[in-house]
């Protein structure tokens, strides 16, 4: 499977995307840069300041765009993660 990922937010957040990334990528999972080639797209958000939540909401919004463009019965998914997911379930 391939996975994309978007890391928003402080320092921590990119750390824990890595930490995620490396998980994968020991499972046997692919990384790519390119959101049009991911089969799974990983958006992790930060919530903590209205200016970090509305970019997680247009980021998730704009990934939502790739996962509408994908082939016919394909399995593309979109995954919030982070401070967003938590706060608002």
Known sequence: ???GFISLGCPKNLVDSEVMMGQLVARGHELTPHPDQADVLVVNT???IDP???ESVDTILEMAEYSGSAA???DRRRVPGGALSRRYP
């Open 46 to 48: 930060c919530s903590f």
């Open 72 to 74: 016919p019965g394909s």
């Open 52 to 54: 970090a939540k509305k």
């Open 1 to 3: 499977m391939k996975v």
